[in-house]
């Protein structure tokens, strides 16, 4: 696997939002398998190229998948000098590669264009999530919105357009669009994806009558269940930028796997 080749498969897996590492090769000493080589490991441990098979490159791959937990880049040398070194290899040499680890930035789609979804996208963008936007209104009439994500999508029936949409797995959903009727249909679509996170604005009137109308479309309650909705911690507060807290706040918690509590609690 060249450089170029390298490049491509990495412009895959950013589409896709896979996170991988690049393994490289960058000095070789002795007897070694190979002298110069590159390897994509992505984040479910598969494999493209190589740098001469055997344990080296199993344990590279272990490196680099612990580069890819961690966000980090690693110089790493692997000893093949004799069956008791550390790779069990007895080639006779040295070999160093580079490990560099390409998360994925966290994507956030908002689903209507409205105040809450304005506030939602000024402050998922400041998180540091990519953010898409997603509403059935003429580009005109919400271009401020759309200045404010990374990308627009255009959709006139939220269900089958936002169910066919290049959107990557393990996004993360937020459904506050201008009715019910939309509201429903784009929480429809989001139930057919691999998401993270999924979760829709309204009252407790509005939801039952949601998730009725879902039940009878032949929705699993379980798939309900997994929504959060009334979407955001509570926190208080009821203008679009507070509600728009409460939304991030509970995104990253479900995201970084934590419960929410307070800090001050701890240890107590």
Request: with cysteine; charged share 25%.
């Amino acid at each position: 696997m060249n450089a170029i080749d390298v490049v491509k498969e990495q412009v895959k897996a950013y589409e896709k939002g896979i996170a991988h590492a690049v393994v490289t090769i960058v000095h070789s000493d002795g007897s070694t398998p190979r002298t110069n080589g590159k390897m994509i490991v992505y984040s479910n441990g598969a494999t493209k190229g190589t740098i001469g098979g055997g344990n080296v490159e199993c344990m590279a791959t272990a490196d680099a998948l612990q580069c890819i937990r961690e966000g980090s880049n690693r110089l790493r040398t692997y000893d093949m000098t004799s069956a008791e070194s550390e790779t069990g290899m007895e080639c006779g040499g040295t070999l160093s590669v580079m490990i560099e680890a390409f998360t994925i930035r966290p994507v956030l789609v908002m689903c209507g264009a409205g105040h809450v979804g304005e506030a939602v996208l000024r402050l998922a963008s400041f998180a540091g999530f990519d953010t898409v936007l997603v509403d059935n209104r003429e580009e005109e009439d919400i271009s401020d919105k759309i200045a404010l994500a990374d990308r627009f999508i255009k959709v006139s029936d939220y269900t089958k357009d936002l169910a066919q949409a290049d959107i990557p797995d393990n996004a993360h959903y937020v459904i506050a669009t201008q009715g019910h009727k939309y509201d429903m249909e784009a929480l429809a679509a989001v139930l057919q994806q691999n998401y993270a996170y999924a979760g829709m604005i309204g009252s407790s009137k509005k939801i039952n009558a949601v998730f009725e109308k879902l039940l009878a479309e032949g929705f699993d309650q379980a798939k309900l269940d997994e929504v959060y909705t009334p979407i955001g911690l509570d926190i208080g507060g009821e203008t679009p930028e507070e509600i728009a807290v409460s939304i991030l706040a509970e995104i990253l918690m479900v995201k970084n796997g934590r419960t929410g509590g307070h800090w001050s609690e701890k240890g107590k």
